[in-house]
């Protein structure tokens, strides 16, 4: 606070040089006319007129004039002078008050103050750009850091089950109730999961961070669908669900084949989880201004209004009740969202409700 004061202090004193410095030089250009060049030319123009050059009205009349145009000099000096340092006064406290408010502000948002706004009360374009920018920048990061909490919470939530599970297990060998292969199986499919949840904490991380390479190449979309749907076919056929592709156009797209793959099996497996036995499941392409639509169809356990604007966040599930090895640890899809944007492109899902299914739409910009 007070190096903000001091600051304030030092913009008031270099707006109050600044003027000083222009009414100095004023100071100089109109002595130097009153008293050099004005007189000179009033004395021309009464030689001019007719007046004797060595009579003493001619000199009577010069005096006069040096003693007028110096007593209205001092008062218009005088004047400017007194309204100088009204306008600076007014003016550095119209500037320095708003900036006082930004500094601290900003030294409580650095103290751990989250979600701190400042008013904009200076009504100058200029400090209310740098007031929006500064209260955009301390909602932003309010918000990061309650997704921070949120995340360090959700992850020790996902890790505490198979901690949970192995603990237990061992448990059971020191007492001598599980041993042998049943033992080792339970911790491999435990290390696995932990494993698994590492992996794609890291893809996330490197997501959200927009750092995931991509490989820019022409994908054909037919293969794209094929290499997707192929291999999941049987096993959707042993639970009588219905896989439809209806392909609108063979448009190319420019983009990374393997992470856009990665996209659509994770919108697929999300559309078999949550689909019930003898249910369908479409995939449906088509151009809509100059972009490649992909829209991925289920018609199983749909998605509630309250969850909709939620279902791209991390760690996010709408089934709270749902373990990881059933209902996912709510980050295929905030993986989706940021392979999406890295193409240029958008993700968006679509519900009427719970039972209704869901639609889930993929826009690539084509080349």
Sequence with gaps: ????????????TWLLTAQGVVLCVAVLVAVGAAAVVGPHLFHEHLVQAGEDPSGTTLDHVEVAFRSAGIITLATAL??????????AAALSRRLTRPLDDLATAAELVAAGRDGLTVPNASGLREIAAVTAAFNQMSVQLASTEEVRAQMLSD???ELRTPLATMTVYLDAADDGVASGPALIAVLREQVARLDRLAGDVNVISRAEEAAITLEHDTVDVHELLTSVTGHRRGRLVERAVTLTLREGTDAPVRGDHHRLQQVLTNLLDNAERHTRDGGHISITTYVRNRALVIEVTDDGDGISEEHLSHVFERFYRTDTARDRDHGGAGIGLAICRSVMRA???SITAHSGGPGTGATFRLTLPTP
């Design 78 to 87: 005088l004047s400017a002078a007194i309204a100088a340092v009204v306008v």
């Design 155 to 157: 992850l020790g939530h």
């Design 1 to 12: 606070m007070v190096r903000t004061r001091d600051g304030s202090r030092r913009l008031v």
């Design 343 to 345: 193409h240029g492109g």
